[in-house]
């Protein structure tokens, strides 16, 4: 499985960003998903994430009410929209892919390259 994550970019404090994860295989819908995002100096953090069938998510208290990850299994891709983006919400975002497990935990079989959010303030 790849994974291939954009959307990234500048932009200022109370804007919005969609993230998109597009992949490749025909077993896109088996696996759960997640985002993940590092900013600089610090660990790789949990962001959001769902199940297979999108029916089950999760998020960070930190992006709870202003984050909303979604999925769209024919097309093989994961959505994260972003809204009311804060500074410390700067990062590069990272998506990735598992078959089963915690999806809260990095512990994922593939990632994409990650896709870089600048918000200033």
């Known amino acids: 499985v790849q994974l291939q994550a954009s959307g990234g970019g500048l932009v200022q404090t109370g804007g919005s960003l969609k993230l998109t994860c597009v992949t490749s295989g025909r077993t896109f819908s088996m696996y759960g998903m997640g985002w993940f995002r590092q900013a600089p100096g610090k660990e790789r953090e949990f962001v959001a994430a769902?199940?297979?069938?999108?029916?089950?998510?999760y998020y960070a208290d930190s992006v709870k009410g202003r984050f909303t990850i979604s999925r769209n299994n024919p097309k093989n891709a994961m959505y994260l929209q972003m809204n009311s983006l804060k500074p410390e919400d700067t990062a590069v975002y990272f998506c990735?892919?598992?078959?089963?497990?915690?999806?809260?935990?990095?512990?994922?079989?593939?990632w994409g390259q990650g896709t870089l959010v600048t918000v200033s303030s």
């Open positions: 769902l199940n297979w069938s999108g029916g089950s998510t």
């Open positions: 990735a892919a598992k078959p089963k497990g915690d999806l809260k935990v990095p512990s994922y079989d593939f």
